[in-house]
């Protein structure tokens, strides 16, 4: 049975989400395209940050009985999650903010679920970074302590917050009502908490493979980063706004990582 602590790991994320998509409910316009930058910019530099202190870090320090070939785990399992994310961009069909060309197989579904299906496919390795760090908490891992495996749950409900909005503000734009558009938002955090419960659920089978399901979990979350927020967050002119916005958000997670880990 799960504690209580987990489970609020494990929804905190997606409460982030949520309060993010709720935006769209008080705000008349649509996000300025410097404020969406900007946002964008500051996930960014959030996931960059989890993905070293509390993935890559405790994947290798879980490792160190292999000596020099404590790096091996990591290097394996960040180059599964960047190969994972390579295949779900390719079979599911989905549309990044502020482009005009789908991507992934032909596909009949309207523009706002494939917008919703982009923002999906990034919050998977999110949920599945929360569900393994918890695991690895709840087995007695000398590495993952409870303080950093919340400091990761918050600093990804952080950068989930500007995302909910950077999703259900666009769709509202596009002419769909409020409710729908916060409706839409939310669903799209709704895969993180699964994942999540998923990982932690398969905790028997996850902890011998502890390291290498951490690193997994990086290389996916960097997968999204460089293939997705950095080219949003440069686009147009302005572009270091999203480079300051990003030093914040590695800096803040930074900060979270050492003072609460």
Partial sequence: MMS???WQGVLLPFLGTTLGAG???????SLN????????????????????WSLLIPAMEQAEGMGSWAFLPAVVGFWLGILFLL???RVIPHLHL???????PRSSLKKTTMLVLAVTLHNIPEGMAVGVVYAGWASGSQSISLAGAVALALGIALQNFPEGAIISMPLRSEGVSKGRSFA???????????????TILAA???IPALPYLLSFAA???????????????SEGEHSNLGTVCFSLGFTLMLILDVALG
Wanted: net charge negative; aromatic share 6%; hydrophobic share 55%.
């Fill in 4 to 6: 209580l602590a987990v």
């Fill in 23 to 29: 935006c769209v409910l008080f705000m008349k316009k």
């Fill in 33 to 52: 395209p410097m404020v969406q930058r900007g946002l964008t910019g500051f996930a960014a530099g959030v996931m960059v940050a989890a993905s070293i």
């Fill in 87 to 89: 295949v779900l961009d």
């Fill in 98 to 104: 502020g482009s005009t060309e789908p991507e992934g």
């Fill in 184 to 198: 839409l938002g939310t669903l799209s955090g709704v895969v993180e908490p699964v994942a999540a419960l998923l």
């Fill in 204 to 206: 028997h089978w996850i």
């Fill in 219 to 233: 290389g996916a979350m960097i997968y999204v980063v460089v293939e997705e927020l950095i080219p949003e967050m």
